[in-house]
């Protein structure tokens, strides 16, 4: 058994052959935790998660879609038709998504991807303060639905880490900084407050060897983000799918000089840990 805590597989680059992206990794023996972005997202991440045993559903709404008037996106073909910043945050609504269905097990294992994202930002002070407050806003909104839920969260961090550790160094909650960009003090200090850190393909464009060997693999996990993120191994130009978290695997292997078994071992461990599996 071999963990992808985090794929994409409801998003609209599986459209055409999503069947066969999911029996791959079955036959594999690969579980996945797959991830909403937005209430469309999620929906269909619950669907997924309903319709295969080897699948688990985390829901939510990215920063990117939180609906403003302050910045505009360009739409991602990938991820699927909507408005960029056209959505509000409707706890109720995500909520009735994580409820249990009376024949069936919890499906849903998490409240993510959900977070800050400064990336892309507004020009003047005044409306990246309003722009900044807004997200905080809506992320607070949902660490509130996870503790409620009893759920762990997904967190999404990008140029943010000052205004996301200030937050959640005043709450007591379990989860994981998914695709961890940061630096071995950084990654020690989320650490330090009980949080995983999601290792995937930006390993391949970002230096993280310090944080792979330093930080106790017990809170260390494996994703893909696919689409996205694509092993070298596999080639720039193929898409991603929960399969190739094998290369991430043994990418941590090699740099901690132990085996693909004993990181597989340990990570899906950590997995079932945080996300009561």
């Known amino acids: 058994m071999i963990f992808d805590t985090h794929s994409h597989l409801n998003f609209k680059a599986y459209d055409a052959d999503r069947n066969e992206v999911i029996k791959r990794t079955q036959k594999e023996g690969v579980f996945c935790v797959d991830v909403g972005t937005k209430f469309e997202t999620s929906k ?48 109720e609504r995500y909520k009735k ?11 849903v294992v998490a409240i993510g991807e959900i977070g800050l994202d400064y990336y892309y930002r507004p020009k003047t002070k005044t409306c990246l303060e309003e722009f900044k407050n807004l997200q905080k806003k809506v992320f607070i909104q949902q660490l509130d639905m996870a503790e409620e839920l009893n759920l762990p969260v997904i967190i999404h961090c990008r140029m943010a880490f000052a205004d996301l550790y200030e937050i959640l160094s005043s709450r007591k909650i379990r989860g994981v900084i998914h695709c961890f960009t940061g630096n ?7 650490v330090a407050l009980g949080y995983y850190l999601g290792i995937n393909g930006i390993i391949y464009k970002m230096d993280l060897t310090e944080v792979i060997k330093n930080i106790p693999l017990e809170k260390l996990l494996t994703e893909t983000d696919c689409p996205y993120l694509t092993p070298l191994e596999e080639g720039k130009d193929t898409r991603n799918e929960p399969i190739f978290v094998k290369h991430i695997i043994q990418k941590i292997a090699d740099l901690r000089g132990i085996t693909f078994d004993e990181v597989a071992s340990a990570t899906s461990q950590n997995a079932k840990n945080l996300f009561k599996i």
């Open 44 to 91: 269909r991440a619950v669907e997924l998660a309903e319709q295969n045993e080897n699948i688990y559903a985390a829901i939510g709404m990215h920063p990117i879609h939180i609906k403003t008037d302050l910045l505009k996106l360009k739409m991602d073909e990938d991820e699927g038709a909507f408005a960029p910043h056209g959505e509000d945050f409707d706890a």
């Open 97 to 107: 998504l994580a409820s249990p269905k009376p024949e069936g097990r919890r499906r």
């Open 184 to 190: 071995l003090e950084e990654a020690k200090k989320y």
